[in-house]
Each structure stands twice: as C-alpha cells, then as structure tokens.
C-alpha cells in the first residue's frame, strides 16, 4: 500500500490531464509487438488495451494482460477507494482459483475462514426449527483491502498505467456510441474524464468491466438469447451490518461456523410482518468474526432477499427490521454504535447476456458473471478471465490483428454454447426461487442440500474450472442433477416445481427444455456447421459482395475488349461492378 501512494505521488505524469500513474521501472509499455511503422494517432495514452472499470473484475484483467506482456491502462475512478462489498466464497472454490489463475497470492487475500457452514430450513415440512443443517464445507471472506493490493503489486510488475477518471460514453447500439468512445479499423479512440480534465486513450482493445449496469456494453435481444420474450434482470437486495455483541454468545449461531441461510420466520410469529416474510422470504447470513476486544463476539449479520423483481424485490427497510427482530428473538444483543460496515447489497442477477457482435470485450458484472440464482460472481469472473485474456493476447500477437476478431475470441471464450445452455438452467432456477413463498424455499433447499456435495457445489459454482461444475455441464449432467433433487423434493415442493416448469416454458419459451434435452432440439439440424470465426467470415463476405463472380466479370471484360475494334466506336459499355474490375486491372 504504501508502495502504492508513493507511487501515486511520485509518478503523475504531469502533461496528461487526467492523472496516470506508471508502474514499475520497465521500461516503455508499448513493447516490440506494437506494429512497427503504424502511424500513431495523436493520443496522450497508447495502449494494446485499456481496461475501464476499477472493481475487481478491472483489476484482474489488468493484472492478467499485464502479466502477458501487453500494455495495458486501466482506468479506474477511485484508485484509492476500498472496495464496498464484502465477498464470500467456498474456500475450495478459492483455492482451485489461486492455482488456475497462476497467483498463490490469492490465498492470503483472506481475512476471516469458517471450517464449516450451518444452514437453518426449519418451520415447514414437519422440520422443528431448531433444526440445523450443517455442511462439511469450509468458506472464506475475502479481504479485499489484501486483494486490492496484490493486484496492484502486479500491476505495478507488469507496467500497467492507471489513469484516475472514468469514460464518460455510453452504447446506442452495438460498436456506437454518444460520444467518448470510437472504434475504428485498428483499434478505438475513448477519452478518459477526472476533476482535472480530459485524457485521449488509444488502444487496439477495450475491455469494459465497468460493472453488471454497464453503459459500455450492450445485450443481446431475447431472440438471441433464445427466449419468446424479455426476461429482465432480477434483484439481490440485503441489509447487512458488522456488531460486537455484549457477550460471548451469538447462538443459535454457531461462532466457528458460517450460517449461509437462516430462512425460519419463528422470530416473527405473532407480529405483523410475518405474512410478508412468509410469502417475500428473507434468510439471514452470518459471519461470526471471532472475539473482540472489550466485548464477546464480532460478526456480521445480512438480511437478504435472494431474488426478485417487481413486488418481490424487498425493501432495504423491511430487511432491516426483519434483522434486528431476529437478533432480538435470539437475544443477541449489540452495542448499537458498534455497528459498522453497514451493507446495502444490491445486486443485479440474470437478464440478457451480452451482444456478441460488439468489439468491446466485457469482463465481470459487465459480461453477466453473476450467478442467475445465487448471485456468487466473484469466482465466476476469475474462473472465466484467464480464457478472456489468453484470447486477447493470442489475438493481439497476431500480425493480422483484427479488432472485431479479437472481441470475438473474447465472446467465444466467455459465452459459448455450452456455458449459455447451462446458464439458461441456473437462470431458470433463479426464477423459480425468486417466485416462491418460504415453505418452497425451505424444502427446496432442503432437497438441494441433501444431494451429494460436489453436485450442490458445482451448481452454486456454475462455472468450467470451478470445483463440481462437471455435474452440469453437460445435458445429461442436468438431467441426473435434476431427476436427484426432483427425488429429494417434498411432493408438495415437486407439484410446485413442476407447475412453475410448465408456467415458465409457456410464457418464456423452451429455454430450461433446450437445456435438458438439448440433442431434441438439433434434431433434423444435422451437424453443427463448423464455426469459421469472424475473420473468416469478413473475407468470405468480401469474396461473396465485394469481389463478386470475378470469372463471370473477367470474362465480359475479356469479350468487350476482344470486339472492340481500334477507331470503331465500342458494340457495349461494361456495366459498373465490371468496368471497376477493368479499371483495377489497368
Ligand atoms: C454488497 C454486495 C455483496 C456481494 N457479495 C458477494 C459475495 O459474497 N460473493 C460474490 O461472489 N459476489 C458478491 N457480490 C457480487 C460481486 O461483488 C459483484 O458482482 C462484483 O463486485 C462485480 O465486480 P466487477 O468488477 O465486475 O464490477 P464492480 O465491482 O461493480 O466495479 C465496477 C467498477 O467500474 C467503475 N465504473 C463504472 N462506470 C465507469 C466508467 N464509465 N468509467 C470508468 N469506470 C467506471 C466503478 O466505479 C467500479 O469501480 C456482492 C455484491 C454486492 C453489491
């Protein structure tokens, strides 16, 4: 950190007026493969890629293209700022990351770990609500003051500049844009805004991670995303607070473990908010933080709808009550101005994925990372950056480069079919939870909780390369995952289901079925087509509308030109398309 401020100080490059902060001492970021000769366009910044977004999904993509040897700016509006979320993650899931991404860092980037994680389904289905589940599995909060750093430090090994501002374009449509932002045949222009003017950034690639509300990027129509008809993004809402308790006491929570869901309603009997509770469902999520000086315990407690939009989308307000009536019903009691870190979660979930026919190359929260039912995007986005930016560079070396070829290889890599079809599941899951009263929930979860550990853990990962998501990942895998929890489900939650299925596919189309029986649905289509990439496409398009039938032309040329007779006036004039190819031929 405080190699970071010194940087800060010492490395304004003051003819820029935007502040840019080069890191380290190698030497010019612009290295050999820059094409030799190219005229460069009047730009204070001239990048292989410029990164906007200064979240974690902004610093690892920084990070990683830094690390290959691309020069990279990233473009961050509070360099100095903490992140404001709290990320948890399935330590399992953390530690597969820290291996694949190549950054043992990782593993020290952690500020609290749980050995295991309890879970409260009581109140339905004949389950006493003292009931409680505990899974073997162990979970992690992220410290991302740590996590920030490490990037940092890469950044600063890897020559990454940061340029401190934000890029004031937003998309009209796909590759267009209000103003800020223009691409051109070998790269894009954008400008770079702070307090202290304007910046010009020239860069062969841009990378938006500028979050899931991003302006930048712009989404696929429902068509394309297989559906009869738009389904919009849903809402992650909860009310969260870190206390120290007044002793040392936080039960029915267990102080070494993390509660995931508390979805009983038991605090609320006889009140009038339990209807609400019942049919809006909020669970609590607890992380015991250990003891604190002076007092029992610290821990941070997080009232959460997990889904909903519309009239089920929950109130920061009610959350909070519903909170503090749950702390009161257990009598763990808080110093009120010892609460701190208070948490307005907010987090948008599902909705269309983005267009794939646009140059800017998403990553994170901007690419619908996010986990359609759980809202988990923090392992999700590191499991798919390393693919996002082998791509990149893969593309930027090529003496070809192609800006539009080069996104491509980035939409290809975050999205392929085979990752839509299992998002399409995790997306109808997301629905389904985001509609149910809290006796589904609780018997959903149940049943889903009961299902060996690798197949509930690799549908909350849901991501290649993350622990468990071979379980689905394929059609097959889904049917199993499904016809096992299916099994698991009280039969009023299975009519529930099966009811909402129908309901669903009626009104948004096939899109769970395609995912299930996806071999119905290519019957009749033959083989796949080989996917050509867009370069191939753009010269077959050139062949097909520029060059035309250049034997047909060749040959009109051939016989004007053959009865033609010197001092004669011509028998025909070639028609346009052939006399440019005469023209050209001359
Ligand atoms: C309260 C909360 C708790 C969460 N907890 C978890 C969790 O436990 N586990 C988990 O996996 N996920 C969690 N999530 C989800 C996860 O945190 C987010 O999905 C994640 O932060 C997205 O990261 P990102 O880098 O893509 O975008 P963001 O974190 O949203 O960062 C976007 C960045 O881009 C910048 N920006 C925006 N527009 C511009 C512009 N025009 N120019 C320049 N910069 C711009 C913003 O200032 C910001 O710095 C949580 C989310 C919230 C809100």
């Known amino acids: 950190m405080l190699a970071w401020l010194l940087f800060a100080g010492a490395g304004t490059v003051s003819c820029l007026h935007t502040s840019t902060v080069a890191f380290g001492n190698r030497p010019s970021p612009f290295g050999s493969r820059r094409r030799s000769g190219a005229a460069r366009l009047s730009a204070d910044v001239d990048v292989d890629v ?6 974690p999904a902004g610093y690892v993509m920084a990070a ?14 509070k360099p100095d700022g903490v992140w404001p979320n709290n990320y948890g993650s399935w330590r399992e899931e953390w530690e597969a990351l820290a291996a694949s991404l190549q950054m043992p860092e990782l593993l020290d980037c952690v500020s609290t770990r749980w050995a295991k994680t309890d879970c409260f389904f009581g109140g339905s289905f004949d389950t006493p609500d003292d009931e409680r589940t505990t899974l073997d ?24 500049q940061l340029l401190d501002g934000f890029v004031p374009a937003a998309a009209i449509a796909p590759n267009l ?54 389904l919009t993004p849903g809402y992650q809402i909860a009310y969260g607070m870190c206390v120290d308790t007044e002793d040392d006491n936080i039960a029915p929570y267990d102080p070494v473990a993390m509660t995931l869901f508390d979805y009983r309603t038991d605090h609320l009997q006889g009140t009038s908010m339990l209807a609400d509770a019942e049919a809006r469902p909020s669970f609590v999520y607890v992380m015991p ?12 407690f997080e009232e959460t709808s997990l889904v909903g939009r519309g009239e089920r989308r929950l109130e920061f307000e009610t959350l909070k009550q519903r909170l503090i009536k749950r702390l009161e019903f257990h009598g763990i009691k808080y110093d009120p101005a010892s609460v701190r870190e208070e948490e307005y979660c907010y987090i948008p979930m599902g909705g269309a994925l983005p267009d794939m026919a646009q140059r800017v190359v998403p990553i994170g929260g901007a690419a619908n990372t996010v986990h359609p039912a759980t809202g988990y995007q923090i392992c999700r986005m590191l499991a798919s950056a390393t693919g996002v930016a082998n791509a990149l560079t893969a593309e930027l070396q090529r003496p070809d480069f192609d800006p539009d070829a080069a996104a491509a290889a980035a939409h290809a890599s975050l999205w392929p079919e085979g990752n839509r079809l299992q998002r399409d599941f ?4 997301g629905e389904f939870l985001g509609s149910q009263p809290v006796e589904i929930l609780r018997g959903f ?14 549908f909350l990962a849901g991501w290649p390369g993350l622990p468990g998501n071979d379980n689905h990942a394929t059609y097959l895998a889904r049917i199993k995952f499904g016809i096992g929890i299916a099994l698991k489900f009280p039969p009023k939650v299975a009519a529930v289901f099966v009811g909402y299925l129908a309901t669903f596919t009626a009104q948004y189309g096939p899109l769970i079925l395609k995912s299930i029986f996806t071999p119905v649905f290519q019957i009749g289509m033959g083989p796949a087509a080989p996917d050509l990439g867009l370069r191939a496409r753009r010269e077959r398009e050139r062949d097909v509308y520029v060059v035309g039938d250049a034997a047909a032309k060749k040959e009109a040329v051939a016989m004007l030109k053959a009865g033609r007779t010197p001092g004669k006036e011509p028998k025909g004039e070639p028609s346009p398309q052939v006399e440019l190819l005469e023209a050209e031929a001359v």
Request: proline residues 2%; contains cysteine.
């Open 289 to 300: 933080e250990g003891e604190c000086d002076g007092c029992g315990a610290s821990a941070f």
């Open 445 to 458: 979860f149940g049943a889903f909780f009961a299902l060996q550990q690798d197949v509930w853990g690799g």
């Open 137 to 160: 599995r162990a979970y992690l909060k992220v410290d991302r003051k740590a996590l920030k750093a490490t990037l940092q430090e890469k950044h600063a090994a890897a020559g990454v």
């Open 426 to 429: 995790a997306v109808f899951g």
């Open 64 to 77: 990683l293209l830094g690390r290959a040897e691309n020069s990279v700016a990233l473009v961050d509006p």
């Open 50 to 55: 410029v990164v906007v977004g200064g979240g």
């Open 177 to 230: 844009f209000d103003g800020g932002l223009v691409h051109d045949a070998s790269g894009s222009t954008l400008a770079v805004k702070s307090a202290a003017g304007e910046t010009t950034v020239r860069a062969r690639l841009v990378v938006d991670a500028t979050g899931f509300e991003s302006r930048l990027t712009v989404r696929e129509s429902p068509s394309a995303g297989g559906l009869w008809r738009e």
